[in-house]
């Protein structure tokens, strides 16, 4: 795949890629993201795929309006507040998901919240309103790598893997955004970024600090046993035992109470994709069907394959 530079007269052409799934790098006042269309749950998976992040981390979603945004999570008081203080701009919320929420469960990392952003860039804009939905977007950057502030740099680090870049020209702000967590009692500054933590208490009082910048665990997506399912996982299963439901990759095996089909043709892609999906479903149904575990097909250790057995060894720790 060639990765094809667009200008901003051809923002068009940009969201028509994200309409099919495609990969789209654009340029916001921060930083370079690099988009998919939050709602399509294998276009998300590619992002990882992409990234070469051998595990899950909950995205941002991007959207070209306050009221955009709030359609999808459940704003409280100091949500609204802050919007209207510092949106559009480098400031990231996270709010507890929406009841009906389309966007895909695979972008949050299987949490029941989600991290949203209305971005200050003109261009960022005009792709948001022209896509006409959410967009997730991490930094356009190889995982482990430094985030991009240039097309240049995201070219440098993912020629040939995603479908175009838009030139937004150099990020003006060049750090991250702000992620402040006000799903919980108390708003919680998950990351530093471009809008001060001072600025922020000016407006809505005290914050707690989360986790140092940096520190392995400042994610809850990375906690062991977080939002693990409440039923046992066995990985990598050849037989079935007596009660447990089948997460299934390619032909089933024989004798599950209940089968979730991961990918029928074995693409891990599709299999990211349902992952979350998968397990959530499972749950939901250990108490009527008396299930007594989870068993997983194996899944090859390739690609965004890693990615999936990563949360699934994750799924099956012993609960902390
Ligand atoms: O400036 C930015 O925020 C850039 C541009 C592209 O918008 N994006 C960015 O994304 O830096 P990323 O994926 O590199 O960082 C997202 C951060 C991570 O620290 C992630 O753990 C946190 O946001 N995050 C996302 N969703 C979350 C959630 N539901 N709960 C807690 N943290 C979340
Ligand atoms: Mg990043």
């Keep these: 795949m060639r990765t094809r530079r667009l200008t901003a ?6 969201a028509l890629l994200l309409r099919e799934g495609q990969l789209v790098a654009f340029g916001t006042e921060t930083v370079y993201g690099l988009g998919a269309d939050a709602c399509n749950g294998e276009a998300v998976a590619r992002i990882y795929q992409a990234k070469g992040r051998p595990s899950f981390n909950p995205l941002i979603c991007h959207y070209a309006s306050a009221m955009a945004a709030f359609c999808h999570v459940r704003p409280n008081a100091l949500a609204e507040r802050l919007a209207a203080k510092f949106w559009p701009g480098p400031l990231t919320l996270v709010l507890p998901r929406a009841p009906a929420c389309p966007v895909s469960k695979l972008a949050a990392a299987g949490l029941p919240t989600l991290a949203v952003r209305v971005p200050g860039h003109a261009l960022a804009h005009d792709l948001l309103a022209a896509f006409g939905g959410p967009v997730a977007a991490p930094s356009a950057n190889r995982s482990g790598h430094i985030s991009p502030t240039r097309p240049e740099h995201v070219l440098e680090d993912l020629d040939g ?8 020209g150099p990020c003006p702000v060049g750090v991250e955004s702000t992620v402040l967590d006000l799903s919980g009692e108390t708003p919680t500054l998950l990351r530093p970024g471009g809008v001060a933590a001072e600025d922020i208490a000016a407006e809505i009082g005290p914050l707690r600090h989360g986790a140092p910048p940096g520190a392995a665990l400042a994610s809850p997506g990375l906690l062991a046993s977080h939002y693990a399912p409440a039923l046992p996982v066995r990985l990598n299963a050849e037989v079935l035992q007596p009660g ?8 089933p095996l024989p004798g599950a109470r209940t089968i979730f089909q991961l990918s029928a043709r074995r693409d891990v892609i599709e299999a990211a994709a349902n992952l979350f999906e998968g397990l959530h479903e499972l749950d939901a149904k250990a108490a009527v069907l008396g299930l007594t575990g989870i068993a997983v097909q194996p899944i090859p250790e390739l ?3 890693l990615a999936i057995n990563d949360r699934l060894t994750r799924a099956s720790a012993p609960k902390t």
């Design 303 to 305: 690609g965004i394959g």
């Design 9 to 14: 007269s051809q923002i068009d052409e940009a």
């Design 161 to 168: 893997r995603i479908s175009a870049v838009l030139d937004c």
């Design 244 to 251: 447990e439901a089948l997460l299934a990759f390619g032909a």
